[in-house]
């Protein structure tokens, strides 16, 4: 029988090689669950079939709760995780991974000894040593247009060779490619491609085209 924390790594690697693989993680704020299942579903059929639904709304761990159960194919995570009672409201609702903007001794202790699949934020040297002290070596770089983007991981990739970043913050489809080039980079996150007034508008068509051109700025 695997142990708690090799099934907690095996998950945890499960997650980085998917966002590996797909290199853009779209980001999800709305709060109707029916718009919810619209987008994500559209997001994967043009080829994003992994998403990151935050905490930013009252009703969001409902939508994240229906979007998980309704989009069984697609990795459902939840971003901006603050406390670790969310930690575990998150995990009862059968996502996938959790996201933070940032990092407190409390959360990280609770986050290594959950087996949710967890990426704390860092925007710093000493937050990302706080990370590693926990054991994660895949952070949320946040937010990175600020922190200094690849300028920021590159410079961190010096003392700290075996991390890897995922970029979100000012993204888009645009810098994309540039941003993805660089070596410790995992992956970038943004919401570019589902953007709040074409989900509120209900455009899935054009939210399908913002996913394709995405997922090809991911392999350009």
Same mark, same amino acid.
Request: hydrophobic share 45%; net charge negative.
């Given at each position: ?14 997650i ?5 693989q797909?290199?853009v ?12 299942i ?14 990151e ?14 979007v998980?159960r ?18 575990d ?10 996201i ?7 959360? &990280?202790? &609770? ?5 949710l ?10 937050d990302?040593?706080l990370a ?14 600020i922190v200094?983007?690849?300028?920021? &991981?590159?410079a ?15 993204v888009t ?13 995992l ?25 394709? &051109?995405a997922?090809a700025?991911a392999?350009?």
């Open positions: 029988m695997m142990s708690h924390t090799n099934n907690s790594q095996a998950k945890l690697q499960n980085i090689e998917q966002l590996a797909l290199r993680l779209p980001i999800l704020v709305t709060d109707d669950v029916d718009q919810a619209r987008c994500v579903t559209t997001l994967a059929q043009h080829g994003l079939p992994a998403v639904i935050t905490l930013r709304t009252p009703n969001a761990m409902q939508v994240l709760r229906e998980v309704a989009c069984p194919d697609v990795t459902v995570g939840a971003g901006t995780i603050l406390t670790p009672a969310q930690l409201a998150v995990k009862e609702t059968g996502a996938a991974f959790g933070s903007p940032g990092i407190t001794p409390v959360l &990280a202790k &609770a986050a290594a000894e959950s087996d699949p967890y990426f704390p934020g860092v925007g710093s040297a000493s990302l040593m590693l002290e926990h054991g994660f070596s895949v952070v949320k770089l946040f937010p990175s247009d200094g983007s690849t300028k920021m &991981a590159k961190l990739g010096g003392p700290f060779p075996d991390v890897r970043f995922c970029l979100t913050g000012g489809v645009e810098t994309t490619p540039a941003l993805l080039q660089q070596s410790n980079v992956c970038v996150g943004g919401s570019w491609m589902c953007p709040a007034n074409l989900i509120q508008a209900g455009d899935w068509d054009a939210i399908g085209k913002l996913a394709s &051109a997922a700025a392999k350009a």
